[in-house]
């Protein structure tokens, strides 16, 4: 039986959104595989077979035979995964065992033992494979990695093979602080449930795709309780309609703020109105020429569901027309971009009676940060603690939806964290952020609560963006627009 789940298959989930189902996320898994030991009576090293067997697993799967097999292992228990790894491939596969520094585990030492007991063939310097495992270092890595295994990752980045991390890439520390070299995998294959550390912006491009291996257990008995979970795309619930005896008033009326710059407000209300709101007014002082399928007006209309503010919006709008028709609404509402800068826009976050999604991007969390807290960080601040930040906001505002966009965005409300791990650089263009806000703002117009809009606005931007044909640096904010559509056809 397939042990191992890849991103993107729906299997061992936890249901905990209305309609949503997601993995389990954790800081760390030293407390998992204690209760292993403790209360299933597996000993360490089953739990390092069923690891080795895993990436065994993935590699039979996607390699032939007799294909050359290089496994790095280092002087711990990741080493020993990697050293039983070699193990059980030997005969099947070409396996090279690189083993550069002295064993210190006693697991490592068992497990070398074994290896070389069936032969399998030791070598002393790193050669041209068709598959590289690093097994040189798990997560237990809290210190810089030295300069001879820097130049071992030197040497092992060069190999024109793909590429496998055992449990985490080798220069990805503890936290997810990555290093000044890291071993550059294809494949993570992590061990026993998906780890946050994985799940850093500056990793995404170190640990691939992402796959997790059960260590002898179903997860369902390996994973204890988390507030974390990571999203797939079998997560993504699109607005579709099933019921034929409707009109445009069964789809809620979504307000966009058209502002200074006034093309972002037009493709967040396109966004809007491609996504399912059954009407969708731009809010303007001046007269524009939007698409004839959106309408605009210079207030509020009162019949509006939800609300959208911030993509372009300069200093358009007076303080009092603010005041009466967002401060005061008690709509559900996006803030975006220009939002985080307005103080009198932020005050809103004190109501706890009110559907609230912030869709800050890192520089964007800064300025927000700062007025709210008075301290002052950097970007780089942020993106180092990312799941920290998210954290600490959503202690003092927990009844707030946080979106903070990224390579994985993170999403969080009431001590609840969700991470979509499947954006793509396509999206790095002005405009995906207005995309994503008119998507958020329609599902809010159409019911869903701020979580719940966020989750699958999130995934509709990433999956749409995934399906556009054209080339990676060529797609616009309108097709985005245009690949949304297609989503339930799909």
Not at 182 to 193: E, L, R, S, Y
């Amino acid at each position: 039986m397939q042990n191992y789940i890849e991103l993107g298959l729906n299997c061992d989930k936890i249901k905990i959104a209305e309609g949503v189902m997601m993995q389990k996320v954790f800081e760390n898994c030293y407390g998992l595989d204690k209760r292993c030991y403790e209360q299933y009576g597996l000993s360490e090293d089953i739990l390092m077979e069923h690891a080795a067997a895993g990436m065994a697993q993935y590699i039979r799967r996607h390699f032939s035979q007799g294909a050359s097999v290089l496994i790095a292992a280092g002087t711990g228990n990741n080493g020993a995964d990697g050293i039983a790894l070699a193990r059980q491939l030997h005969g099947e596969y070409e396996v090279k065992l690189y083993v550069p520094f002295e064993l210190h585990s006693a697991m490592a030492k068992v497990q070398f033992e074994r290896a070389t007991f069936l032969g399998v063939k030791v070598v002393d310097a790193i050669s041209d494979v068709e598959v590289v495992v690093d097994a040189l270092f798990g997560t237990g890595l809290n210190r810089n990695i030295d300069n001879t295994t820097e130049h071992i990752l030197h040497q092992l980045n060069a190999l024109r093979a793909h590429k496998i991390a055992c449990d985490i890439p080798t220069g990805v520390g503890a936290k997810g602080t990555l290093m000044p070299i890291a071993f550059h995998a294809d494949t993570t294959v992590t061990m026993g449930a998906y780890k946050e550390a994985l799940f850093l912006d500056a990793c995404k491009d170190v640990v691939g795709k992402v796959i997790r291996v059960d260590l002898g257990v179903s997860s369902l008995f390996y994973e204890g309780q988390s507030q974390s979970y990571m999203l797939e795309k079998s997560d993504l619930k699109l607005p579709s309609r099933t019921q034929q005896a409707t009109h445009k008033g069964n789809f809620g009326h979504a307000a966009v703020f058209c502002g200074e710059k006034e093309g972002a407000g037009i493709i967040s209300g396109m966004a809007s109105a491609i996504f399912g709101a059954g009407l969708t007014t731009l809010v303007v002082h001046e007269k524009i020429t939007p698409p004839a399928y959106l309408m605009h007006s210079n207030v509020v209309p009162d019949n509006v569901s939800a609300l959208a503010i911030g993509m372009g919006l300069g200093c358009h709008f007076e303080s009092e027309f603010l005041q009466k028709y967002v401060i005061k609404s008690h709509l559900p509402i996006v803030l975006d971009a220009d939002s985080f800068y307005s103080e009198e826009i932020l005050s809103l976050l004190q109501q706890r009676d009110r559907e609230i999604v912030i869709t800050p991007h890192p520089k964007e969390f800064v300025v927000l940060w700062k007025i709210l807290t008075g301290e002052q960080l950097s970007v780089m601040q942020v993106q180092a603690k990312r799941f920290d930040m998210v954290r600490m906001f959503n202690k003092e505002y927990p009844h707030v939806t946080l979106l903070l966009k990224g390579a994985n965005t993170i999403i969080m409300q009431e001590e609840r964290l969700y991470i979509n791990p499947l954006g793509c650089s396509k999206l790095s263009k002005g405009g995906s952020g207005d995309v994503l806000s008119g998507l958020i703002v329609s599902l809010l117009a159409q019911g869903y609560t701020g979580v719940d809009a966020a989750i699958h606005a999130s995934l509709a931007l990433v999956m749409a963006a995934d399906q556009y044909s054209g080339a990676s640096y060529a797609m616009l904010p309108t097709d985005l627009v245009n690949e949304i559509a297609k989503l339930e056809v799909k």
